[in-house]
């Protein structure tokens, strides 16, 4: 099996990589139960994907294959809050949006308090997973971390990848729940 080639998403690839997580994110259990009906869903999600990991476009740390996408966060380099509120205020049903917000609370409690890489969002096309794209989009960055010693961060929103993340070196932290929300894992790796 070829390896995915990973490369910077241009300017022209930004939309495609939108596309792809919003594809990869269609079943995941945060994703979904914060956007029941699947018109809400891809009405929020893009706008939420573009407040939450857009910033990678902007520092050049989003990266992709043919068929993933990983928005990536350099250390010192943040979501946009007021954007994910925007998005939160204007998408999500009003029972849902509190739960969300203490969500979001509760993941900040998580992120490490020195620099460290953070990946708000990952996602391979579902026609296309288990061939290596999300390994190669893990790999990128991580050996970055390893050669600058700096630590990394994510969370996780469905419980089926945590075992990519375990593979890459990273620990699980704990759990954040709201309410009725699925339970997200945060997890952290450090440098090898």
Known sequence: MKHPTVRRVRDADEASAVDTIVLAFAADPVARWTWRVAHDYLAGMPRLVRAFGGNAFAHGTAICTDAGAALWLPPGVHPDDEKMGEVMESTVSDSQRDEGFSLFEQMAKYHPGEPHWYLPLIGVDPAHQGKGHGDALMSHVLAQCDRDG???YLESTNP?????????????????????????????????
């Open 160 to 192: 089926r990848n945590i075992s990519l993340y375990l593979r890459h070196g990273f620990a699980v932290l704990g759990t954040v729940q709201a309410g009725s929300s699925p339970p997200i894992t945060p997890m952290l790796r450090r440098p090898r």
């Open 150 to 152: 700096t630590l990394a």
